[in-house]
T-cell receptor
Framework: EAGVTQSPTHLIKTRGQQATLRCSPISGHTSVYWYQQALGLGLQFLLWYDEGEERNRGNFPPRFSGRQFPNYSSELNVNALELEDSALYLC?????????????FGEGSWLTVV | AQSVTQLGSHVSVSEGALVLLRCNYSSSVPPYLFWYVQYPNQGLQLLLKYTSAATLVKGINGFEAEFKKSETSFHLTKPSAHMSDAAEYFCAVSSDSGYALNFGKGTSLLVTP
């Protein structure tokens, strides 16, 4: 069974541009989570989608947005890129959301802003 | 809000020695606690999780963790380190606002020959 898949693996963008990252969850999983892993900052929760709706977001500005499609895949958009947006962006998925549910991670997309 | 603190950003052990990675949690409700491992250039893989069943939780690759409410701790241990255990380890707790996890800053484990 395929795990969480993310694309692209690497992305280089110029400051001010927009970046789009994509994620396909494990088959049967309805929840998708996005995390940012910047150097020295650990994993920061960005967004949570379930059944096509944004359910919660972390402490990030509105230029970080996304959506979840009817097939439960998701994309993360980062507008007006800043140098400090350079990070590994991790997508994760889980079954119907419940406390204690395991969330499964993809291998991430490296975003470099120059 | 639920949070975890990992003590020690870097831990170095000799091959064959005990591995102890420390995690303390803060939670206003009974927590659900997790340990994940991240190998270089990879995503996170679940090692084990505590969901209020047994306080001693066994995970993959010989790791285990014990939930101690009195100490608000969930330390990760392995009796004998292997070179392949070198990685970044993250402790996490279920958020009280939705079902995402709140992660600690991670501990980098170095295993020396």
């Amino acid at each position: 069974e395929a795990g969480v898949t993310q694309s692209p693996t690497h992305l280089i963008k110029t400051r001010g541009q927009q970046a789009t990252l994509r994620c396909s969850p494990i088959s049967g999983h309805t929840s998708v989570y996005w995390y940012q892993q910047a150097l020295g900052l650990g994993l920061q929760f960005l967004l949570w989608y379930d059944e096509g709706e944004e359910r919660n977001r972390g402490n990030f500005p509105p230029r970080f947005s996304g959506r979840q499609f009817p097939n439960y895949s998701s994309e993360l958009n980062v507008n007006a890129l800043e140098l400090e947006d350079s990070a590994l962006y991790l997508c994760a998925s889980s079954l119907v959301p419940d406390l204690g549910n395991t969330i499964y991670f993809g291998e991430g997309s490296w975003l470099t802003v120059v | 809000a639920q949070s975890v603190t990992q003590l020690g950003s870097h831990v170095s052990v000799s091959e064959g020695a005990l591995v102890l990675l420390r995690c303390n949690y803060s939670s206003s409700v009974p927590p659900y606690l997790f340990w994940y491992v991240q190998y270089p250039n990879q995503g996170l893989q679940l090692l084990l999780k505590y969901t209020s069943a047994a306080t001693l939780v066994k995970g993959i690759n010989g790791f285990e963790a014990e939930f101690k409410k009195s100490e608000t701790s969930f330390h990760l241990t392995k009796p004998s380190a292997h070179m392949s255990d070198a990685a970044e380890y993250f402790c996490a707790v279920s958020s009280d606002s939705g079902y995402a996890l709140n992660f600690g800053k991670g501990t980098s484990l170095l295993v020396t020959p």
